[in-house]
């Protein structure tokens, strides 16, 4: 990968021109709705249990792929950040003297914006899941629902 030069840059941040062709392929299978449509207003992940309610609609023909889920009080839920940068491999998040590599922090600019959050599970209404614990923006993409077994959301 060989480094660009952005102006949008913070202090000490690194960006790079990603690869061209792409190893894999995913469906979306759903989206997720929450009250936030900004990113500087979604909670940090500590602040998510807490939070408002959100939902979770599931797309056909995924849907039967819901049986029994009502009986798990937490679930993992694996979503796509679309709306991230791609190419930092340096961040300076808090605009400070230095820069962290993208590896150690939870920033949504990452190479694959996937992120992951542990939710309470609050109700279960035919395609659409009602849980606690979300921090991403208004339709992000869903891509995986997992059970949580022993996680505490």
Same mark, same amino acid.
Request: proline share 9%; hydrophobic share 40%; aromatic share 8%.
């Given at each position: 990968?060989?480094?660009?030069?952005? @102006?949008?840059?913070?202090? *000490?941040?690194? =960006?790079?021109?990603?690869?061209?062709? #792409?190893?894999?392929? $995913?469906?979306?299978?759903?989206?997720?709705?929450?009250?936030?449509? &900004?990113?500087? @207003?979604?909670? *940090? &992940?500590?602040? +998510?249990?807490?939070?408002?309610?959100?939902?979770?609609?599931?797309?056909?023909?995924?849907?039967?792929?819901?049986?029994?889920?009502? +009986? *798990?009080?937490?679930?993992?839920?694996?979503?796509?950040?679309?709306?991230?940068? &791609?190419? $930092?491999? /340096?961040?300076?998040?808090?605009?400070?003297?230095?820069?962290?590599?993208? #590896?150690?922090?939870?920033?949504?600019? &990452?190479?694959?914006?996937? =992120?992951?959050?542990?939710?309470? /599970?609050? +109700?279960?209404?035919?395609?659409?899941?009602?849980?606690?614990?979300?921090?991403?923006?208004?339709?992000?993409? $869903?891509?995986?629902?997992? =059970?949580? #077994?022993?996680?505490? =959301?």
């Amino acid at each position: 990968m060989n480094e660009v030069g952005t @102006d949008d840059l913070r202090p *000490h941040e690194r =960006a790079v021109v990603p690869p061209q062709g #792409f190893d894999a392929q $995913l469906w979306f299978i759903g989206r997720i709705r929450t009250p936030w449509t &900004r990113r500087g @207003d979604c909670p *940090h &992940r500590g602040d +998510a249990a807490d939070g408002p309610d959100c939902r979770i609609e599931l797309f056909e023909p995924w849907v039967p792929g819901l049986t029994g889920i009502e +009986a *798990h009080a937490n679930l993992q839920i694996l979503y796509w950040m679309d709306r991230a940068r &791609r190419d $930092l491999v /340096l961040q300076n998040p808090k605009f400070g003297e230095r820069a962290t590599g993208t #590896f150690a922090l939870r920033s949504p600019v &990452r190479p694959n914006p996937i =992120a992951s959050s542990v939710v309470r /599970l609050l +109700a279960v209404e035919g395609p659409v899941l009602t849980v606690r614990g979300l921090d991403c923006l208004d339709g992000t993409p $869903l891509l995986d629902i997992k =059970a949580a #077994f022993g996680a505490m =959301a």
